[in-house]
C-alpha cells in the first residue's frame, strides 16, 4: 500500500488477510528505544493525515553544523585532500594562513572533525536517531 505524505511516497505493508477497511496499527517494542519508535510513529501519523510534522530538535543549531563539518572534512580527507586544506575549506583559507600550522588549534579541530566523521561513518551516526537519555 503506497500513501503520498509531505511529497514522499511511503509503503506501508499490510498483514495477510486484515481487509482493507480496517485502521492500521503500529507495534511498538516497549524498550529502551521505545520513546524513539513512538516519536517516528507520531511524525508518520501526521505526515499521513496531512498534519505538520515537526523539525526535529534533538541537536542544536550547533550540533547541526559540526555533524556537517564532519562529514565534509571527512570527505575531503578520504578524497585525498590534507588537513590543512579541509581546514582552509572549513575555516576559511585566510583563517587557516593567518596562524602557524603546526600548533593551530584549527590543526587539532581538523583532526578532531576527521576522526569523529569516520567514526560516526562507522555506526556512530545511530546515536543521532536516539533520544538522549537521562541516567
Known amino acids: 500500500m503506497l500513501f ?5 511516497t511511503i509503503r506501508i505493508v ?10 492500521l496499527a503500529a507495534s511498538v517494542p516497549l524498550d529502551a528505544d521505545g520513546f524513539d519508535r513512538i516519536e517516528g510513529i507520531d511524525r508518520l501519523l501526521r505526515a499521513l493525515l496531512g498534519r505538520a510534522v515537526p523539525g526535529d530538535r534533538r541537536l542544536t543549531p550547533q550540533q547541526k553544523r559540526r555533524q556537517r563539518h564532519m562529514l565534509q572534512a571527512t570527505d575531503g580527507r578520504m578524497a585525498g ?3 590543512r586544506d579541509i581546514a582552509g575549506v572549513i575555516f576559511g583559507v585566510d583563517r587557516v594562513a593567518s596562524e602557524h600550522w603546526k600548533t593551530s588549534a ?3 579541530a581538523t583532526t578532531a572533525l576527521v576522526k569523529d566523521g569516520l567514526a560516526m561513518i562507522a555506526g556512530g551516526y545511530r546515536a543521532l536517531l536516539r533520544h538522549r537519555r537521562h541516567p
Open 14 to 23: 499490510r498483514l495477510a488477510g486484515v481487509p482493507p477497511d480496517v485502521p
Open 4 to 8: 503520498e505524505a509531505s511529497g514522499q
Open 81 to 83: 585532500a590534507t588537513y
Open 106 to 108: 584549527l590543526r587539532d
